[in-house]
């Protein structure tokens, strides 16, 4: 089984920039790729960015460059760097890891004001 656990997230400023952790553990070798999913209050769980073991990266449109997503050489932790903060990134962001199965973090809240 794998496990994971986010962490860094916090308040924020439009414009600014804040970094987001998710620490995995367990089975990481069967880890074929994992990403960030934002969710708002009352919305469903949107996809923003996703690595795979390789480290091939893709990312939702809406995102135009302002997140980076990216892994340690360990594979063990993901990060995401928010940029160019918005009050619209204003979420629940939950880091998800694919193997055979598909684990989900607690989440971290991420507020942003103006």
């Known amino acids: 089984q794998v496990q994971m656990v986010e962490s860094g997230g916090g308040l924020g400023q439009a414009g600014g920039s804040l970094r987001l952790f998710c620490a995995a553990s367990?089975?990481?070798?069967?880890?074929?790729?994992m990403g960030w999913y934002p969710q708002t209050s009352g919305k469903v769980r949107e996809w923003v960015a996703t690595?795979?073991?390789?480290?091939?990266?893709s990312y939702a449109d809406s995102l135009k460059g302002r997140f980076t997503i990216s892994m340690n050489n360990a594979k063990n932790t993901l990060y995401l760097q928010m940029n160019s903060l918005k009050p619209e990134d204003t979420a629940v962001y939950y880091c998800?890891?694919?193997?055979?199965?598909?684990?989900w973090g607690q989440g971290t809240q991420v507020t942003v004001s103006l």
């Open positions: 367990g089975s990481i070798s069967s880890i074929t790729s």
């Open positions: 690595i795979t073991s390789g480290g091939s990266t």
């Open positions: 998800r890891a694919n193997y055979p199965f598909v684990a």
